[in-house]
């Protein structure tokens, strides 16, 4: 007699669709599968190759920041490979860290901290990224999310468009050896 083991610990993969352009697809991930949690650290591997070993995702770290409703992970798709991804976390998820009392907005509930932001290296200047930004600020926006945030290099939010606000720059942000400003703008001119 056969008998069928089904095992608890494995998760399916589940995307909501967001939008689509061409071969590209912009979704949620209400909920990470085994299946794809190596293209999730392949795809992290372009901020460690910028920023070191810690900044790439592994099994904590996906679980921990990929975790819808607590958190807001769109993901872009090419041929059904993931190729890049946005995770916005609620400000007040970070209350207890000393950076997040520079944001006044801090406990007002209107303000998305992006938390990470990648896409693979061969996929840069494709326009995939600008989209994928674009689809994630519309839906928040929707939302009623007034303000996006983020550290970023030092003098990067400069290049945005629209009304980027520096509130502090934090010398070797997490031992990167780099300098990284927080920025906080409003959702409505965030395209860039």
């Given at each position: 007699?056969?008998v069928?083991?089904i095992?608890?610990?494995t998760?399916?993969?589940r995307i909501?669709?967001?939008?689509?352009?061409?071969?590209?697809?912009?979704?949620?991930?209400q909920?990470?599968?085994?299946?794809?949690?190596?293209e999730?650290v392949?795809?992290?591997?372009s901020?460690?190759?910028?920023?070191?070993?810690?900044?790439?995702l592994n099994t904590?770290?996906?679980q921990k920041?990929f975790?819808y409703?607590?958190?807001?992970?769109?993901i872009?798709?090419?041929h059904?490979?993931?190729?890049?991804y946005i995770?916005g976390?609620?400000?007040?998820q970070f209350?207890?860290?000393s950076w997040a009392?520079?944001d006044?907005n801090l406990g007002k509930?209107n303000t998305?901290?992006?938390y990470a932001?990648?896409?693979k290296?061969?996929?840069?200047?494709?326009?995939?990224?600008?989209?994928?930004?674009?689809?994630f600020?519309?839906?928040?926006r929707?939302?009623g999310?007034?303000?996006?945030?983020g550290?970023v290099?030092e003098?990067?939010?400069?290049q945005f468009?629209?009304d980027?606000?520096?509130?502090e720059?934090f010398?070797n942000?997490?031992g990167t050896?780099?300098?990284f400003e927080?920025?906080?703008?409003?959702i409505?001119?965030?395209?860039?």
């Amino acid at each position: 007699m056969a008998v069928n083991v089904i095992d608890q610990n494995t998760q399916d993969t589940r995307i909501q669709l967001i939008g689509t352009s061409d071969e590209l697809e912009i979704g949620l991930l209400q909920q990470v599968g085994d299946d794809i949690m190596p293209e999730l650290v392949e795809v992290s591997e372009s901020l460690a190759d910028k920023f070191g070993p810690s900044a790439r995702l592994n099994t904590s770290s996906i679980q921990k920041y990929f975790d819808y409703p607590n958190t807001f992970p769109f993901i872009a798709r090419y041929h059904d490979e993931i190729i890049g991804y946005i995770i916005g976390v609620p400000l007040e998820q970070f209350h207890s860290e000393s950076w997040a009392l520079c944001d006044a907005n801090l406990g007002k509930k209107n303000t998305i901290y992006t938390y990470a932001f990648a896409f693979k290296s061969r996929f840069h200047k494709t326009g995939f990224a600008k989209l994928l930004k674009r689809i994630f600020y519309n839906w928040m926006r929707k939302r009623g999310v007034k303000y996006i945030s983020g550290h970023v290099v030092e003098g990067q939010s400069g290049q945005f468009s629209g009304d980027a606000e520096v509130l502090e720059t934090f010398d070797n942000w997490h031992g990167t050896e780099t300098t990284f400003e927080y920025y906080r703008r409003p959702i409505q001119n965030s395209h860039h």
